[in-house]
C-alpha cells in the first residue's frame, strides 16, 4: 500500500478537446497515463489534483470518470480551474454511484487519513495580473476557509496538503494560502496547474518550513509521485 499524487490529467474521451495539440509533452498522453498507472495497486491511494476532465457536465466527463476508475487505486479527487463539471460533493457522490465509480472519492471541505497522516486539499486560487478585483477576493476568501476547514478535519494527524493551484511561483506568492498552511504546520504541499514552459518557473523544495512539489501531468512525464509507503 502507498500513496501517490498527480495532477492535471486532461482527458477529453467524450468531449473532443485533446491535450497532444499543445506539443509532443503530450502525445499519446492517454496511453501513457495508463502505463504511469501501472506501477499501482488496488491497495494503493492516488490524489489527483485538478483539471481532470474537459467535459462541462458529469455526464459529458462520464468516460473520463470510467477510465479513472479502471485504473489501479482509490482516487482522491479535488478540483482544477478547468474541471466545469464539478458540482456539490451529494450530486457527485451520488453520480459516481449511479455508474459504479466506486473507487473515486471527493476532497472537498474534508480530509482523509492515511496512516497517521491526513490528506488534505482544495483547489486554492491564483491571482491573475489581469484580473484583480472583488471576484478574485471573494474566491480567494473562500478557498482559503476551505483549505482551513480541511486541515482542521485532520486534528492533530500530521497534514499533507494538495492543491490545484501552486501557492508559490517565481515572481508570485499567494499570502492568504501560504499563511493557512504556516498556520497548520503543513510540512509537504503538492501541486499542479503548471504546463510547458511555465515548468521552469515552479518553485520546488523548502520555503517557511514547507516542501513544495509539483506533479501536474507532463511535468512528472504522466507517471504518479510518489509521496509514501
Partial sequence: MALYAIGDLHLSLAS????????????????R???????L??????????????????????????????????KLLLKGNH???WNTATKMEKFFAQHELTSLKILHNNCYFYGDQAICGTRGWF???????????????????????????????????????????????CPEILAVLQKYGVR?????????QSHRRAIEGEWNGTHFSLIAADYLKFIPKKICD
Fill in 16 to 31: 473532443n478537446k485533446p491535450m497532444d495539440i499543445f506539443g509532443d509533452g503530450w502525445r499519446d498522453y492517454v496511453e
Fill in 33 to 39: 497515463i495508463r502505463e504511469g498507472f501501472a506501477q
Fill in 41 to 74: 495497486n488496488d491497495e494503493d491511494v492516488i490524489v489527483l489534483c485538478g483539471d481532470l476532465s474537459w467535459g462541462m457536465s458529469l455526464e459529458e466527463s462520464l468516460e473520463d470518470f470510467r477510465f479513472i476508475h479502471q485504473l489501479p487505486g482509490t
Fill in 83 to 85: 474541471d466545469y463539471w
Fill in 127 to 173: 491571482y491573475e495580473l489581469d484580473n484583480q478585483g472583488t471576484h478574485n477576493e471573494k474566491m480567494l476568501a473562500r478557498e482559503a476557509g476551505r483549505l482551513e476547514a480541511s486541515l482542521q478535519a485532520a486534528g492533530e494527524k500530521e497534514k499533507l496538503c494538495f492543491l490545484h493551484y501552486p501557492p508559490l511561483y517565481q515572481g508570485y506568492q
Fill in 188 to 196: 509537504q504541499c503538492f501541486y499542479g496547474h503548471l504546463h510547458g
